[in-house]
């Protein structure tokens, strides 16, 4: 069965640091989300990507981050300048195109900043 | 936006017993899943379920859709089942297809 595969699976970085996740989403997916849950609390949506454009983000997606489709493969979520409460479990998804289909979620990337 | 709430919040059971969680939305939904978190922080899908009922082994899941309520059912549990149980949903209202978590049910497996 097809899976959204994340790298890294844990990433440690200094405050200020720029850190970049990647994310190669399923193949015949047209949509792609990044979520992130800060330890013990729940998921939260940061944007959703359609069409090579930001189509929703929410409150918590600033000017801090930035995401990016760079090749027919990839997925990006670049952190411009880290800081502490970014620390996080952070989780590529993604889902089909035709009609409403299921979010298909990656084994996610724990970033840590110290 | 839409509001998910779970419930119980958390959940003690020794191993073999049944357990049933509970996820009210306050929103017309076009997409709900249920997940399971491992200890190892993955989000296991459960269930496919915008309405009806579904089985898959010891679990199945039911959703209301038109009183706005799912329902996960564990059967004869193990302690590998332990870990957040989550339900998330899509709200119909609108263009957006993200989904919205609710704050999970912290399940216990007792040997």
């Known amino acids: 069965e097809p899976e959204v595969t994340q790298t890294p699976s844990h990433q440690v970085t200094q405050m200020g640091q720029e850190v970049i996740l990647r994310c190669v989403p399923i193949?015949?997916?047209?949509?792609f989300y990044w979520y992130r849950q800060i330890l013990g609390q729940k998921v939260e949506f940061l944007v959703s990507f359609y069409n090579n454009e930001i189509s929703e983000k929410s409150e918590i997606f600033d000017d801090q981050f930035s995401v990016e489709r760079p090749d027919g493969s990839n997925f990006t979520l670049k952190i411009r300048s880290t800081k502490l409460e970014d620390s996080a479990m952070y989780f590529c998804?993604?889902?089909?195109?035709?009609?409403?289909?299921?979010?298909?979620f990656g084994n996610g990337t724990r970033l840590t900043v110290t | 936006g839409i509001q998910v709430e779970q419930s119980p919040p958390d959940l003690i059971l020794q191993e073999g017993a049944n357990s049933t969680l509970r996820c009210n939305f306050s929103?017309?939904?076009?997409?709900l899943q249920w997940f399971h978190q491992n200890p190892w922080g993955q989000l296991i899908n459960l269930f496919y379920?915008?309405?009806g009922t579904k089985q898959n082994g010891r679990l199945s899941a039911t959703t209301v859709a038109t009183e706005r309520y799912s329902l996960l059912y564990i059967s004869s549990s193990q302690t590998t089942d332990s870990g957040v149980y989550f339900c998330?949903?899509?709200?119909?209202?609108?263009?957006?297809?993200?989904?919205?978590f609710g704050s999970g049910t912290q399940l216990t497996v007792l040997p």
């Open positions: 998804a993604s889902s089909g195109g035709v009609g409403h289909s299921p979010l298909h």
């Open positions: 193949s015949n997916h047209l949509y």
């Open positions: 929103d017309s939904v076009n997409n």
């Open positions: 998330a949903v899509g709200a119909s209202s609108g263009s957006a297809r993200q989904l919205t």
């Open positions: 379920i915008p309405s």
